[in-house]
């Protein structure tokens, strides 16, 4: 089986659960709508796109190794947005504030962050598709949009690093990058990176191998529609180990 390895890491990550009111949670690790964001960014895929939107969700499937989630960041957040105007379109932010002013509103929200996470993603292809993994590799490689982990205000603060293997899912998962600082034991030192790691993957729960302690959960992160954030459930699987 082919697959394209890549990792993720950032001072500040945000991986959006289901909010409730003016509360924003994040997920531990990155959720599969947030990695099919990335990569939708990366291919220069835009929102209104939903077609090639559509063909990226349908083809991919997505695995993670999470070695560290990060702390836990939360930010009392104040937003000034526009009472909304479907004949109008704005192209920035300044124009948006700018042309609607005396419709403005304000929001109070609480916004969870992960600090310091450090992820492997696998993803591999469920179907055929002309958005294959080599033209994944080349656009992470050189991404058409900016990629960031979740929000825009959390960049990547390593290089993704992709790689294209063929193996089994979890020596997939297993590569090993180059380090984020000078060395691995640095690595481990600095960025809290302990010997416990967590793998999360869909499809069949024996796809990672023969191993006890599986569990298997529904969560809601695949994306249905964009315009009216609307995401379905689906079955993901979670084995956590020691490594040596």
């Not at 090993?176 to 790691?197: A, I, T």
Request: net charge neutral.
């Amino acid at each position: 089986m082919q697959y394209l390895v890549f990792r993720l890491y950032g001072s500040m990550a945000s991986w959006g659960e289901a909010a409730v009111g003016g509360d924003r949670p994040s997920a531990l690790t990155p959720t599969r709508s947030a990695v099919l964001g990335l990569l939708g960014a990366a291919l220069g895929i835009k929102r209104e796109d939903t077609s090639r939107l559509e063909m990226l969700r349908n083809s991919m499937g997505v695995a993670i190794k999470a070695y560290s989630c990060g702390g836990l960041t939360r930010d009392y957040h104040t937003a000034q947005v526009p009472s909304q105007d479907r004949k109008r379109s704005f192209h920035t932010r300044k124009d948006e504030l700018s042309i609607a002013k005396e419709k403005l509103n304000t929001v109070l929200s609480s916004r969870d962050y992960r600090s310091d996470g450090y992820w492997i993603v696998a993803v591999w292809q469920q179907q055929e598709s002309e958005l294959t993994l080599d033209a994944l590799n080349r656009a992470l490689a050189k991404p058409a949009f900016i990629p960031y982990l979740g929000r825009k205000a959390c960049p990547l603060a390593a290089p993704v690093a992709p790689l294209l293997v063929e193996s089994d899912l979890k020596s997939a998962l297993d590569q090993r990058f180059p380090p984020v600082l000078d060395s691995h034991e640095q690595d481990r030192r600095w960025l809290g990176l302990g010997s416990m790691v967590t793998y999360l993957w869909q499809g069949k729960a024996e796809d990672l191998g023969s191993f006890d302690g599986v569990q298997s959960c529904q969560v809601w992160d695949e994306p249905i529609s964009r315009m009216p954030w609307q995401f379905g459930s689906r079955q993901e699987h979670q084995l956590t180990l020691v490594e040596e």
